[in-house]
């Protein structure tokens, strides 16, 4: 990884500011839970901030991105309103998708956070359409098609790797891969170590990273969001990372390798960028517990907010099913 | 029509088209959408010029003429070619996109249920679809169980998806250009025994949820879509010697279906028969069977009568595929059935 870029000390301050926002919300809303107001099936990103955190310093506001129902982490890092966002996840008129769509299913044009899909697998066909239209802007947009290492075995992945090779399509396959597919492991899944050796069946430059590695992945990110601007088509990245609770919250993952848990989360990459920040002079702790708790304060006002706001009327059920109302 | 006269068509966008066949209609209506709209993309196995415009060359000539950004020719990937034209209707392209035959559309039923149709409302508006499926279907080629399929009802079953099969060139043409301007995904059912048969064409829009009444008539209603209504208006003129008049309404647009055209056809004539090529059993006929019965009850002469295709899979077997399809006779003895009750 020598000869990728590396970010600079303000990236760092901006990738941790992210990936915090991300560790905070995700604390919140299991707290929420827990304390019964808020009923859900919740997909923690816990342990895999730094993956979209790094990756989204490098795109910009109309670039598109596509991710799945474990994608809290991928919205936030690419700017979600916090507010909007706490709204649709207690199901309330004021949330970006009014209530309609839920928590596996936000949906924010305006960050270019354009699907966030229930079915595993389903990010990557869409972002390659995106990328299609991007490309047909003539815009140098990029389209990120998020997706973990289960969804890289069904025949979506394969097929749309192939369609945005061979149309040159300015698509990142990224693959979060936290090494568990719901239950079953990667060794229990495909016989191949590395999913990344797939790019090379379709004609793509495929890499596997540190995904918890904020330089890595910050590196690895930057030179395929530059490939792809710049017309020379999709790369595939495999950010190895782990998550820190079970496939959904509630359940206690006993099927997870007991040692491989204990040792990622005794290398928990938010305070270890957090400690690398000091240590460097980055930020001092009191500058980095001044944005920690304007984070909180921020999570609090929108979870707040929420709780305030109305439910949907029950009219909505008709609305937005098609684009005029059909009685 | 020849080729050329299909140019000259085009040349002059008031040109009403004395006899053209569905597959030129529907290719005409392409090029005219393509021409009005740049946003209008295309995409599908073998659709550009290379590959010789489609397998039955419904796309023939636009790849020449609209260029190969706008045409592309896909992998065999039906996931592939539904996704990227969600992701390309997204980004604010008109994508129309071909799923071969019809029974192919299970290979991207994830694609069209989950995400074409109900992107828009797990938004709450935000994003829409405005993607065409093309894609054709119909008996009577020998091609058995995998290749001849009419599943009309799974999609007139998914909230959020327009499903359109016209019976003539004239509705393809104008529905074509209806559902490419349409704001919601419109899943377009090509009748491909019916692919050759010339008809008039006048190039106006066809609007979508809207059927037409192809026969007036008094005393039975024959309900239908596609391949029934050729078929219909066959049965129609035989019971007409025998002093029945029948009215064949062609719904043109499954869902939504025009209930009010409908209804006011059977309120008048008392009596109902749909009629459609799909299996009977959970087909599109029962939805407007009960929708009939509920409306009207009290008015109806005699209970509404179905006609569908048999609960097996599409037959190899001449004989076989020719009695999975209700017949003309079928549809002439059912008519004579209803007329005598009540």
Not at chain 1, 261 to 281: H, M, T
Not at chain 2, 76 to 91: L, V
Not at chain 2, 154 to 162: D, E, L, M, Q, R
Not at chain 2, 203 to 212: L, M, N, S
């Amino acid at each position: 990884m020598s000869n990728y870029p590396k970010p600079d000390a303000a990236t760092l301050l901006e990738i941790y500011k992210k990936a915090t926002l991300i560790k905070q919300n995700d604390e919140r809303v299991i707290r929420q839970m827990k304390a019964g107001k808020l009923v859900t099936p919740y997909y923690s990103p816990r342990g895999q901030e730094i993956i979209p955190s790094a990756l989204s310093v490098s795109l910009d506001d109309d670039d598109y991105i596509c991710t799945i129902y474990r994608g809290g982490h991928d919205m936030l890092a690419k700017g979600f309103p916090l507010d909007i966002m706490w709204a649709e996840l207690a199901g309330r008129a004021t949330g970006s998708c009014k209530g309609k769509g839920g928590p596996m299913h936000l949906t924010y044009p305006e960050k270019g956070i354009m699907v966030t899909t229930g079915i595993v697998g389903s990010s990557m066909p869409i972002a390659t359409g995106l990328g299609w239209a991007a490309k047909m802007d003539g815009k140098n947009r990029v389209s990120i098609a998020n997706f973990g290492d289960g969804a890289s075995n069904i025949g979506a992945f394969h097929e749309s790797l192939n369609l945005a090779a061979l149309w040159k399509l300015p698509v990142i396959f990224l693959c979060q891969n936290n090494t568990y597919a719901e239950h079953t492991s990667m060794q229990d899944s495909t016989l191949i170590e590395q999913y990344s050796i797939r790019g090379a069946s379709y004609g793509m430059p495929g890499v596997t990273v540190n995904g918890n590695d904020p330089d890595e992945m910050y590196g690895v990110a930057k030179v395929a969001i530059e490939r792809a601007r710049a017309g020379e088509g999709p790369t595939l990245i495999e950010a190895m990372t782990f998550r820190f609770n079970g496939h959904l919250v509630g359940e206690a993952g006993h099927y997870m390798d007991k040692d491989a848990y204990a040792k990622a989360q005794g290398v928990d990459p938010v305070p270890l960028l957090r400690q690398r920040l000091i240590d460097d002079g980055i930020a001092s702790e009191d500058e980095i517990a001044a944005i920690e708790a304007d984070i909180d304060r921020r999570i609090t006002a929108a979870i707040e907010a929420a709780d305030a706001a109305p439910f949907p009327d029950t009219t909505e059920l008709k609305r937005d099913v098609f684009a005029h109302e059909i009685a | 029509m020849t080729d050329t006269d299909v140019q000259n068509a085009n040349a002059d966008a008031n040109v009403v088209a004395k006899k053209m066949t569905l597959i030129e209609a529907i290719n005409l209506a392409l090029a005219d959408a393509m021409e009005a709209d740049p946003k209008v993309v295309a995409l599908g196995e073998e659709v550009a010029d290379k590959q010789e415009g489609g397998v039955m060359g419904v796309t023939k000539g636009l790849s020449t003429r609209f260029g190969d950004d706008r045409v592309r020719s896909t992998p065999i990937s039906e996931q592939a070619i539904i996704g990227a034209a969600i992701g390309a209707s997204i980004g604010g392209y008109r994508p129309v996109a071909e799923i071969m035959l019809m029974n192919f559309v299970t290979v991207a039923m994830d694609m069209i249920t989950n995400h074409a149709a109900k992107l828009r409302f797990m938004s709450g508006g935000q994003t829409n679809v405005p993607i065409v499926i093309r894609t054709m279907t119909g008996s009577g080629f020998s091609t058995g169980g995998q290749h001849s399929d009419y599943l009309e009802a799974w999609f007139a079953h998914t909230p959020g998806i327009k499903v359109v099969a016209p019976s003539n060139p004239d509705d393809a043409y104008g529905l074509m250009r209806s559902a490419i301007e349409d704001d919601d995904p419109v899943l377009f059912i090509e009748h491909l025994p019916s692919y050759w048969t010339p008809g008039p064409v006048s190039r106006q829009h066809v609007p979508i949820g809207k059927a037409r009444v192809a026969r007036e008539g008094n005393d039975v209603t024959l309900i239908g879509h596609s391949r029934a209504i050729g078929d219909g208006l066959a049965a129609a003129a035989i019971l007409e010697k025998e002093g029945l008049s029948v009215e064949v309404i062609d719904l043109r647009t499954i869902s939504p279906w025009d209930r009010e055209t409908v209804i006011a056809s059977v309120r008048k004539t008392g009596r109902a028969l749909i009629v459609h090529e799909a299996v009977r059993q959970f087909g599109i006929g029962a939805e407007i069977a009960a929708t009939i019965q509920e409306d009207l009850w009290g008015v109806l002469k005699a209970p509404v009568k179905r006609l569908g295709g048999a609960f097996s899979p599409v037959p190899f077997s001449k004989p076989l595929e020719t009695a999975f399809v209700p017949s003309q006779d079928d549809i002439v003895a059912t008519i004579r059935h209803l007329a005598a009750a009540g």
